[in-house]
């Protein structure tokens, strides 16, 4: 009777055990395989499906997912993404799907090689998913919805805004400084945007020279994704103080203006290019390099490396583009108020350039070169205005437009506030908002 019992008890306890191992098959198996070329990868999870149900949590605990399938990689070296696709066999009918959907909120003509995706495909190749990244604040996905449409939308990003100060003394460049400042490039390009119509940011640098300003930078968890807008600035020079205050009227539209409330947007920049030097001035005689003798130079040659961007200093009509046997390649453009500008000794033209066709201010026109009579590379740059050449150091351009009289009072009340900031030693940093991009 004793072994009976025994015996029964040690099928029983078989039996738990069998149940038990057999529930524990039913599980998820992920497998990852990396493609050497691109850098991308797949991701299959296979499910199970043929557990046999035995003791353990009740079946409706451990619903069975339908497999998929994950691409993941980068634009790369295809740089579209229909090409990042295809060299992972993703059928050209799937990314067309993928395309005509995103296109009314992607612009796919700006994508960059650094762009990630995400496809997962169901195991019949069906789009259940797709993201799209350009960038940490621009993330798009495209969804299957329960009717076996598609969503496409922006992700929403929480993001943290803070009004920061970055001050600095200039020792050799604005760009030097603004490094040394633990900031970005792209951080001195709005500064110098900004006064570009007063300061030339190659020229009239000098060491002592003060920067100031005042930005708002954007976070994500923490980590710095991008600047906002530089909504104050000041450059503090030995004989003069340049300061800018970025203000929005009530038309919308905002624009940096000056102390006294003039915009700092003028209708000529300082300069046609980013320079080293200034290999001649304008003068009525000097040493004529290749001819000899003495002859006026009317212009300004900017010393710089072959190929380097040319852009028009206004808006303006081109009425010459061509060659001339001692200026080489040019281009010339006339302007409002009487004025025209020349640029001269070009390598090439920039494309679209031609005659009668209208250019905006620092639209590139062409690119540093040595055609015609040069010594080396550089730009030649001559502006007359009603026909008579004229100096363009010392050319005093017109004034830029002020604030409308009815927002004048709320812009000084800015201005005041803005100042004060740029002058506060004890002032740092200002957490704006929290809010969802």
């Keep these: 009777m004793v072994a009976l019992v025994l015996l029964v008890g040690v099928v ?12 524990n098959v039913s599980r998820a198996v992920v497998t990852t395989v990396a493609s050497q070329e691109t850098g991308a990868s797949h991701e299959e999870a296979v499910f199970d499906t043929d557990a046999v149900e035995g003791p353990g949590p009740p079946a409706d605990t451990a619903p069975s997912f339908p497999p998929l399938t994950v691409i993941r990689g980068t634009l790369g070296k295809e740089g579209t993404l229909y090409d990042a696709l295809r060299a992972q066999n993703v059928a050209p009918e799937t990314i067309g799907l993928i395309v005509s959907q995103l296109r009314p909120i992607v612009d796919f003509r700006s994508c960059q090689r650094d762009d990630r995706f995400s496809l997962w495909l169901t195991e019949g190749g069906a789009v259940e998913r797709f993201e799209y990244c350009k960038g940490p604040l621009d993330v798009y996905e495209l969804i299957r919805a329960a009717d076996g449409g598609y969503e496409a939308r922006k992700q929403d990003i929480a993001i943290d805004r803070y009004l920061v100060k970055v001050r600095g003394e200039i020792q050799s460049s604005l760009f030097e400084t603004i490094s040394q400042l633990g900031e970005q490039d792209q951080l001195a390009i709005m500064f110098a945007d ?4 007063e300061i030339d940011f190659f020229q009239d640098l000098r060491s002592g020279d003060v920067v100031t300003i005042l930005v708002e930078k954007i976070y994500k968890d923490d980590q710095f994704v991008q600047y906002g807008r530089i909504v104050a600035a000041e450059y503090r020079q030995a004989s003069r103080i340049h300061q800018g205050f970025y203000f929005e009227g009530t038309s919308g539209r905002g624009d940096y203006f000056d102390e006294k409330g003039y915009s700092l947007r003028r209708a000529f920049l300082r300069a046609p290019l980013q320079f080293r030097r200034i290999s001649s001035g304008f003068t009525h005689s000097r040493p004529h390099p290749i001819l000899g003798g003495s002859r006026p130079h009317y212009g300004i040659d900017y010393a710089a490396p072959t190929g380097t961007p040319v852009w028009s200093v206004a808006d303006g009509l081109v009425t010459e583009k061509g060659w001339n046997k001692a200026y080489g390649n040019y281009v010339a453009i006339r302007h409002p108020q009487g004025y025209t500008t020349y640029y001269g000794h070009f390598s090439r033209f920039a494309k679209g350039i031609a005659k009668g066709v209208r250019v905006r201010q620092k639209q590139i026109i062409g690119y540093v070169g040595a055609t015609g009579y040069a010594t080396g590379p550089h730009l030649d740059y001559r502006l007359k205005r009603h026909g ?3 100096n363009p150091l010392k050319e005093q351009f017109p004034a830029g ?4 009289k009815d927002e004048l009072s709320r812009f000084m009340e800015l201005r005041v506030d803005l100042a ?3 002058q506060d030693d004890t002032f740092s940093v200002k957490e704006l908002s929290t809010r969802v991009k």
């Design 12 to 23: 029983v306890i078989g039996l738990l055990l069998y149940g038990s191992a057999r529930w």
């Design 194 to 197: 900004i006064f570009a119509w």
């Design 388 to 390: 008579r050449y004229r």
């Design 401 to 404: 437009t002020p604030v409308p």
């Design 420 to 422: 004060g900031l740029l």
